[in-house]
């Protein structure tokens, strides 16, 4: 069965301390592999979209790269502001955007 | 501006009873999305419109019935509420039924009493 797991399920970091978040997926036709933020009581905020093996994209500390069976976000030098739950997706032959579980990130000053 | 909003952003209501769950977009998007979010926060996509057509409906029972008026719009109902059905509604668009990406409204939590 298709799937995305995201690891960890939450992740605890110091202010500066550099980290990196899973997601694997096992799903046929990948068409696009996407990263969203949540903050408490918001709606997912999209970050990157990423297409094929190799590629990768940046915004200020973060970096999300992409294999042919999992991506990474890497939080660099973390702030509290980056304190959320971080959401992985994957976009599919059928058109459906399928979420994994989330990481939620705490991030102390 | 809000980009996609949905209303209202709190519901609360007894078993039984039927409720609406309004959302629009000003984005121009042609394909409109539900996602219901459980306690666990995972997100699971309910319906999805491409131009007021439906082109995915998830196995969600028959009582939940979407209804696009226009591309714009995608509205939420919900008959004989149950206690299982409370959980956050978000309302999302994107511009093309394939590798775009969603954006979504702030939500809407139903709590079923």
């Known amino acids: 069965e298709d799937q995305v797991t995201q690891s960890p399920e939450a992740l605890r970091l110091q202010e500066g301390e550099s980290s990196s978040l899973n997601c694997s997926y096992t799903?046929?036709?990948?068409?696009?592999l996407f990263w969203y933020r949540q903050d408490p009581g918001k709606g997912p905020e999209f970050l990157f979209t990423?297409?094929?093996a190799g590629e990768e994209k940046e915004k200020e500390r973060l970096k999300a790269t992409l294999t042919k069976k999992e991506s990474f976000l890497h939080i660099t030098a973390p702030k509290p502001e980056d304190s959320a739950t971080y959401l992985c997706?994957?976009?599919?032959?059928?058109?459906?955007?399928?979420f994994g579980a989330g990481t939620t990130v705490t991030v102390r000053a | 501006d809000t980009a996609v909003s949905q209303t209202p952003k709190y519901l609360v209501t007894q078993m039984g009873n039927d409720k609406s769950i309004k959302c629009e977009q000003n984005?121009?998007?042609?394909?409109m999305y539900w996602y219901k979010q459980d306690s666990k926060k995972f997100l699971k996509i309910m319906f999805s419109?491409?131009?007021?057509?439906?082109?995915i409906n998830e196995t969600v029972p028959n009582r939940f019935s979407p209804k696009s008026p226009d591309k714009a719009h995608l509205n939420l109902h919900i008959n004989s509420l149950e206690l299982g059905d409370s959980a956050v509604y978000f309302c999302a668009s994107s511009k093309a039924r394939v590798n775009t990406e969603a954006f979504f409204g702030q939500g809407t939590r139903l709590t079923v009493v």
């Open positions: 997706a994957v976009h599919q032959d059928d058109y459906k955007l399928s």
């Open positions: 984005l121009g998007h042609d394909t």
């Open positions: 799903v046929s036709g990948l068409r696009g």
């Open positions: 990423l297409y094929s």
């Open positions: 419109y491409n131009n007021k057509e439906l082109i």
